[in-house]
Structure formats: C-alpha cells, structure tokens
C-alpha cells in the first residue's frame, strides 16, 4: 500500500502489513528514505483504547503526525494488539515484543526503537518496559496512562479494565493487577532513558496531575531524565501531536 498526504505531496510512503505469531496484524510505514542496507532509525507507536492500526494510519490526528515522522526517516510501526482495550496487561506485553521480532526479520532496523505510547499506550509501554519486553532508546507519551488505580476509579473504564485482568469487583482489583501498575513498579526500570510527555491539565480522560505529573516526579527523584510539555484542551487535542518537537527530540540523541 501506498500513501501520499497533502502535507508532503512530494513524498511517498509504504506501509507493509505483516500478521505476528499470534496472527495479530501489524503494519510498518516505511519513510521515502528506507534504506535496505543499512540499520534504519524506528519508532513503535503504542496506540489507545479502542484505536486501531487502521485509524493511526488514516485519521487525524494521529495520521500526519506520524507521516511527519516518516518523512524525518523514521520507520514506525504499531500492533494492533489481541485485545485493544489490553490496558497493559501481560498479553499486551507480548503483543510487543511479537512485533518488534516481525519487523526486525523483514526489515533493517537499529537495534533499539524510539517508542510513542498514546493514552492507554503510554501503559503499554511502561509495562512492556518492565516486563523486560520492551527496551527503548527514549519515550514520548502523548497523554499517558501512567496510574492504573487511578484510571480504575473512572467509571467508563472500570469494564475493559476488569475484562483485561480477568477480575469482577473492586475487591479483585489488588491481586489481579499486582504487577501491573507503573506508579508500583520500582522507577529505577524508567530512569534509563529519557522521556518527554505531552499532557494538559484540561484532560478529564487522562487526569495530568495522577498519571503524568506523579509519574514523572517519582522517576525524576531516583534520577531519572522526564520533561513534561504543557499541551492545551481535552483528550485528543491536536497540540498534544508535536512532530517537529518529537524529531527533535529523537534526533538529539543520536545514533
């Protein structure tokens, strides 16, 4: 498949559909510049709740933010996970790292991804992070999940929370999810790389102050390196989808 954009109309972009080992589709859009033959930079996009693969790829916001990504010379894929209302459970964590193994044997990739982790993604990749299945060079989280306790007691998520950790009640909360909840895990699994986050105190999904600003604090006390961006309105702003400030954060760091 082939993909153009008015925002690059010189610019043409592949994206390769591949099913993992659990036959989860997946899908890598290769920038202009893919070059077979030699290790080409990659970003994993961790989408959210209820988002698919499909949607990153062709509605806005997501999609010219990562076609802009693309045209820097990136490649950037995503999974579709088994169920995509995971909330970063250990089967999600496998869903990562069955797409890292699909697009490392078709493509040539740098050893470790950049990683984007979007509202549910953002525990997605905390937790495949410390689930050791998940090793990346930097973050951006996009108005992450940082907090699962917190975003349990939010009425319209308590269903697909329960469903993703197999519990019933809130009295199952505890043991079910033990393990699972990045403000519990030790952040010394975080301080290894550095991490921005875009997040607005405007966000009645995502609450800033109990996921991104706690998150942060906590892995910024044990020496860690997070830099949060103050974006503007609701869950899904447009302000929170900064390639250029994204790029540059990637391309800082180097090869």
Not at 21 to 33: E, H, R
Not at 104 to 121: A, D
Request: proline letters at 7%.
């Amino acid at each position: 498949m082939h993909l153009t954009t008015a925002a690059n109309p010189g610019a043409e972009y592949r994206i390769l559909h591949q099913n993992d080992a659990n036959g989860v589709s997946t899908w890598a859009i290769l920038p202009p510049s893919y070059n077979a033959q030699i290790p080409n930079p990659w970003i994993i996009y961790d989408h959210g709740l209820g988002q698919s693969i499909a949607s990153i790829a062709t509605s806005p916001p997501q999609a010219p933010f990562v076609q802009s990504l693309a045209a820097a010379g990136y490649v950037v894929i995503a999974s579709q996970y088994r169920n995509l209302a995971c909330w970063g459970n250990m089967e999600c964590a496998e869903d990562i790292a069955n797409l890292q193994a699909v697009w490392h044997s078709r493509l040539n990739l740098e050893p470790q991804p950049f990683v984007i982790g979007e509202s549910m993604g953002g525990i997605v990749t905390w937790n495949a992070v410390s689930h050791g299945t998940l090793n990346p060079r930097a973050v951006v989280g996009i108005y992450p999940v940082c907090n699962l306790a917190a975003v349990y007691t939010e009425h319209a998520f308590v269903p697909t929370i329960e469903a993703a950790y197999g519990f019933d009640s809130a009295a199952g909360y505890a043991a079910a999810t033990r393990g699972f909840d990045p403000m519990l895990t030790s952040p010394s699994a975080f301080v290894d790389f550095p991490i921005q986050i875009w997040a607005s105190y405007s966000d009645h999904s995502v609450l800033r102050w109990q996921n991104t600003d706690a998150f942060a604090r906590t892995i910024n006390a044990a020496g860690g390196r997070v830099i949060i961006h103050s974006s503007q309105g609701n869950h899904g702003d447009p302000s929170n989808f900064d390639a250029p400030a994204v790029i540059s954060f990637f391309s800082s760091l180097g090869n």
